[in-house]
């Protein structure tokens, strides 16, 4: 089972690494409390269809160690850098789910772009959903402590109870299996509840107002119109406008788990979005070949 430490405490944590070792590489980071599990309909076809797919297991998540420390942006950002190092990989497509969305951020802006050549930010959290100086139209910050409250209180009935609109399951084609619903909920319990608030106190501190236009890679946007955890006005539309290469694409009827309601329409647009890269460096490639060419 494949591990490797975290570069900042030595916390041994768990990804997965499907396709071929020569494919196009897609990383992908999981939302709070859940693991590369998340990913399922998107990483097993695109690894069939070629591409290698890496998938994190954040600390206290999934099958990676419980740890007590390190649940802050840079140390998470950082565990995600030293899987990319770990496995020696370049011209990555880094893909992040909801509070991965902001550790893509932040791996971005604090370790440069070397390793990674492009990123997808699906239902994000970015730049920020509680209000702050910096984000006056966000959630006030009592509402977040309440429901901080009715989270520690019960994390089965909390999960169980905010299911629906998760999924946006009111929305016409949203429809999921109860079987799915429960397994996900299961997955979500499977963080320890150190890991689970901490990252909840990291989304509560969030505010990549100033950080996201650092960001200089091509950078796809997808938000769903029924996001209720992270509407798309307070993210989606402003995280693509912060970024200076942003394409925006919104999902009619979309909640915050579309990874699983539209799959088919995120696995298409990630392969479309890699696709399109590759052929740009192609391109590129041969028209440095071309001018060299006629220099000689």
């Known amino acids: 089972m494949p591990f490797y430490e975290s570069p900042v405490d030595g916390t041994r944590l768990h990804y997965v690494d499907h396709g071929p070792a020569r494919g196009p ?26 591409y290698r797919c890496v998938g994190l297991d954040r600390r206290g998540h999934g099958r990676s160690d419980d740890a007590w420390l390190g ?35 932040r791996c971005l802006t604090r370790h440069g772009a070397d390793r990674v050549a492009r990123a997808v930010l699906v239902s994000g959290v970015t730049p920020g959903v509680v209000r702050s100086p ?27 109870a905010s299911a629906d609109d998760f999924f946006a399951v009111s929305r016409p084609g949203n429809e999921l299996s109860a079987a799915y619903v429960r397994y ?21 501190a969030l505010d990549l107002t100033d950080e996201l236009p650092g960001v200089r890679v091509p950078v796809l946007v997808v938000h769903g119109t029924h996001d209720t955890s992270a509407p798309l006005a307070l993210t989606g539309e402003r995280t693509a406008r912060l970024l200076p290469h942003a394409t925006l694409k919104v999902y009619e009827n979309g909640g915050h788990g579309l990874f699983a309601t539209h799959a088919r329409q995120l696995t298409a647009d990630l392969r479309e979005f890699v696709d399109a890269a590759a052929a740009e460096r192609h391109a590129d490639a041969e028209g440095e070949s071309l001018t060299a060419a006629r220099a000689a």
């Not at 770990?86 to 909801?98: A, F, I, K, N, P």
């Open 184 to 204: 996900l909920v299961d997955r979500c319990l499977a963080a320890t509840p150190r890991a689970a608030n901490g990252v909840r106190a990291v989304v509560a």
């Open 25 to 50: 590489v897609v990383v992908f980071v999981s939302s709070a409390y859940l693991g590369h599990e998340l990913w399922e309909y998107q990483m097993l076809p695109l690894a069939e269809a070629g």
């Open 134 to 160: 910096g984000l006056p139209q966000g959630v006030d910050p009592a509402v977040v402590r309440v429901d901080d409250e009715i989270f520690r209180r019960d994390r089965a009935g909390y999960f169980t």
């Open 71 to 105: 649940y802050d942006l840079d140390t998470l950002a950082d565990d995600v850098h030293g899987l990319l190092v770990h496995l020696g990989l370049r011209e990555v497509t880094l893909v992040g789910h909801s509070v991965g969305t902001a550790e893509v951020a």
